[in-house]
């Protein structure tokens, strides 16, 4: 199983226990393993969007 497989099997569970389903059409981008040291999505819920507004420390 990838990385992103495993990635889409929690975030099935995490769906199911917080009730937030994700409709993500475009966007996904796949990091190799250690690059990806931190992240920090956006938290407003009102807006419909997710995305990361830290990643590795620097703001996108």
Same mark, same amino acid.
């Given at each position: 199983?990838?990385?992103?497989?495993?990635? *889409?099997?929690?975030?099935?569970?995490?769906?199911?226990?917080?009730? *937030?389903?994700?409709?993500?059409?475009?966007?996904?981008?796949?990091?190799?393993?250690?690059?990806?040291?931190?992240?920090?999505?956006?938290?407003?819920?009102?807006?419909?969007?997710?995305?990361?507004?830290?990643?590795?420390?620097?703001?996108?």
């Amino acid at each position: 199983m990838t990385n992103y497989q495993k990635f *889409v099997t929690e975030l099935e569970k995490l769906s199911v226990k917080y009730g *937030v389903e994700l409709k993500a059409i475009g966007g996904v981008y796949i990091w190799e393993d250690g690059e990806l040291e931190s992240i920090e999505y956006t938290k407003d819920e009102t807006s419909g969007d997710l995305y990361a507004r830290k990643i590795n420390g620097e703001k996108n």
